[in-house]
């Protein structure tokens, strides 16, 4: 069954007119009939009676009917939503990010990509950072926000937009407060609130072991909140990227000797085709003016 074959059958069901139907769809009334009577040996019989002035639809052609301006009407919605999609028009760009990255470092970049791209309609979920991998190569989601000190995949392509560094995070009147650093030596034994989300956890952890280095994990939680709040309530301190910091109350200083750093890619699958809303987005990245890896 081809689209013409279909086209010309929805313009004869309406028209009742093989004359009329070929000037709607500007061919020929034998190309037209020729047509018909293929879809009809195709279909298994005949979909209109053919009498002297009176053409109208079989009782086949009328269960078809349906069928056929479906497969017409989804035709041209794909093509519109085709020509939509080229134009930026009426899309939706779906962008994941890992959860331990702040929604304040991206928020500006969306707001402002949305102002220029009114009809990109943006999505964001977010998860781990394997979570958002697997959800890219799947399909899922058509440009990720990942990183962390460790490597990532060489499927993909990875446009470097920022890096940021992990901080200690410390209750008020803490006696490291007074310090205008944390050196790492100095964690060991130490009473340590854990994010169990944290992307830093293997590699920095596997680091502190190698260097002897074993703080006292006391609480542990997924969620920032709950480890900002307890690490305010003074049962230890905590581990953060710099930027992902919220409570004001809390005390922040760098970690040295050594410190440690992540960078976060805008990652798509290497050699997937991409369309405009995609690449108008990663142009815009580009443009954006990400935050500065501070000195510690």
Not at 118 to 141: F, Q, T, Y
Not at 243 to 254: M, N
Request: hydrophobic content about 40%; overall charge negative.
């Amino acid at each position: 069954m081809e689209m013409q074959q279909v086209r010309y059958f929805v313009a004869l069901a309406k028209t009742l007119n093989f004359t009329r139907a070929a000037e709607q769809c500007n061919v020929s009334q034998p190309a037209l009939t020729r047509a018909i009577q293929q879809l009809e040996h195709e279909l298994g019989g005949p979909l209109f009676h053919r009498e002297r002035n009176n053409t109208h639809l079989s009782e086949l052609g009328q269960m078809m009917r349906p069928f056929l301006e479906s497969v017409e009407a989804s035709a041209h919605a794909a093509k519109r939503a085709a020509r939509e999609a080229q134009k930026l028009e009426n899309v939706t760009m779906t962008l994941g990010a890992m959860c331990t990255i702040a929604p304040k470092v991206v928020s500006d970049l969306l707001v402002r990509f949305q102002s220029e791209h009114p009809d990109v309609e943006l999505s964001v979920i977010d998860g781990d950072c394997r979570a958002m991998i697997e959800a890219l190569d799947k399909g899922d989601l058509h440009i990720s926000l990942v990183g962390g000190p460790g490597e990532l995949p060489d499927h993909l392509h990875l446009l470097p937009i920022f890096s940021e560094r992990y901080v200690v995070l410390l209750p008020p009147g803490h006696p490291w407060a007074e310090r205008n650093a944390v050196r790492v030596a100095d964690l060991h034994g130490q009473p340590y609130v854990s994010r169990t989300h944290c992307d830093a956890a293997q590699v920095v952890g596997d680091d502190l072991m190698r260097r002897g280095i074993e703080p006292k994990l006391v609480f542990s939680s997924p969620r920032d909140d709950w480890v900002q709040n307890m690490i305010k309530a003074g049962l230890g301190f905590g581990f953060f990227p710099e930027h992902s910091v919220t409570d004001r109350d809390l005390v922040v200083r760098p970690l040295i000797d050594p410190g440690y750093v992540r960078t976060i890619y805008m990652a798509t699958v290497r050699g997937r085709p991409h369309s405009p809303s995609i690449g108008a987005f990663v142009q815009a990245a580009r443009r954006h003016h990400w935050p500065a890896l501070e000195p510690a």
